[in-house]
């Protein structure tokens, strides 16, 4: 019954900036660690940020310094700003975050259903 929304994708022109946002709902009891990823087309999926439950951060040397990853406990949300957007960015970009619905259940990784950002002049 979790579910992971991601909004904010759309088309940008190089050197712009996007925010992303994705929800977990349903039956949660905790989230861990929860992430960004991307996939261009004919590419395979990429991590692109993680963000631990306390606020611990990773980022791919593609985005480093460009994207920032933070997530809202309270909310149960998570967000990605992007800055200086460019063309290689262009992906559907994809939430996954680590779940239990109640505290002796096992952790499960859950994916959003992808959002779209196209970076074009």
């Known amino acids: 019954q979790v579910q992971l929304v991601e909004s904010g994708g759309g088309l940008v022109q190089p050197g712009g900036s996007l925010r992303l946002s994705c929800v977990a709902s349903g039956r949660i009891f905790s989230i861990n660690t929860m992430g960004w990823y991307r996939q261009a087309p004919g590419k395979q999926r990429e991590l692109v940020a993680t963000i631990t439950n306390i606020g611990t951060t990773t980022y791919a040397d593609s985005v480093k310094g460009r994207f920032t990853i933070s997530r809202d406990n309270s909310k149960n949300t998570m967000y990605l700003q992007m800055n200086s957007l460019k063309p290689e960015d262009t992906a559907v970009y994809y939430c996954?975050?680590?779940?239990?619905?109640?505290?002796?259940?096992?952790?499960?990784?859950?994916w959003g259903q992808g959002t779209q950002v196209t970076v074009s002049s």
């Open positions: 996954n975050a680590a779940i239990r619905s109640n505290p002796i259940a096992p952790f499960t990784i859950y």
